[in-house]
């Protein structure tokens, strides 16, 4: 099974943008969904955003008109663009490949370590 790695978290004032990265070790042609999480401290993980082998997003409603979910199938990476960032985004950050069978077999949802992020003037 693939193993997920996010990158491209750190610390910025509001209003900036950062670019979170989760590369596979693997492809990711197989896996039909592909999200991002986050979770603030003293709260549950929650969905950010979404996007489907065939390119379909869904997004949360705090983030909406913010971030942009994308998917590369050729570069086994998934994108999470954050732009006008606010104080209440910051969390960490999860990659999460959800179930998926492939030629070598079938497989359970797999996350990343997750990445830091911080905003903050």
């Known amino acids: 099974q693939v193993q997920l790695v996010e990158s491209g978290g750190g610390l910025v004032q509001p209003g900036e943008s950062l670019r979170l990265s989760c590369a596979a070790s693997g492809s990711i042609f197989s896996i039909p969904a592909m999200g991002w999480y986050r979770q603030a401290p003293g709260r549950q993980r929650e969905l950010v955003a979404a996007v489907t082998s065939g390119g379909s997003t869904n997004y949360a409603d705090s983030v909406k008109g913010r971030f942009t979910i994308s998917r590369d199938n050729l570069k086994s990476t998934v994108y999470l663009q954050m732009t006008s960032l606010k104080p209440e985004d910051t969390a960490v950050y999860y990659c999460?490949?959800?179930?998926?069978?492939?030629?070598?077999?079938?497989?359970?949802?797999?996350w990343g370590q997750g990445t830091l992020v911080t905003v903050s003037s």
């Open positions: 999460k490949a959800d179930p998926y069978c492939s030629g070598d077999g079938c497989y359970s949802a797999i």
